[in-house]
């Protein structure tokens, strides 16, 4: 049974750094892409990052420079390095895979599975 478990999250100063992680199971890994998605309350999901299975990957533009994705195949892990956190990156964070080669990497309809999310909130 495919899995995807996210963690890392909590309640974290602006400014400061979380690592989140999304631990797959029951697949192979290294043939999925790998999406970040983030929620904050009242608004729609929306893309944070992308990583496909030859290592191409993408930022939205709120978060380049402060984030960065990547893998290890090892370990069936993928990460989400968050630096210089903002307010408004508040959120449920979740990460998404894909076997087929992801195209429209911000759209939610591209990834057939999904986590259950983890809560991340930027707060003084």
């Known amino acids: 049974q495919l899995q995807l478990v996210e963690s890392g999250g909590g309640l974290v100063q602006p400014g400061g750094s979380l690592r989140l992680s999304c631990a797959a199971s029951g697949f192979t890994f290294d043939d999925y892409d790998i999406g970040w998605f983030r929620q904050a309350p009242g608004k729609e999901r929306e893309g944070v990052s992308s990583i496909g299975r030859r290592n191409p990957i993408n930022y939205v533009d709120s978060v380049k420079g402060r984030f960065t994705v990547y893998r290890d195949n090892a370990k069936n892990t993928v990460y989400l390095q968050m630096n210089s956190l903002r307010p408004e990156d508040t959120g449920i964070y979740y990460c998404?895979?894909?076997?087929?080669?992801?195209?429209?990497?911000?759209?939610?309809?591209?990834?057939?599975?999904w986590g259950q999310g983890t809560q991340v909130t930027v707060s003084s």
């Open positions: 998404a895979a894909e076997r087929s080669y992801v195209i429209c990497w911000m759209a939610t309809y591209t990834y057939a599975y």
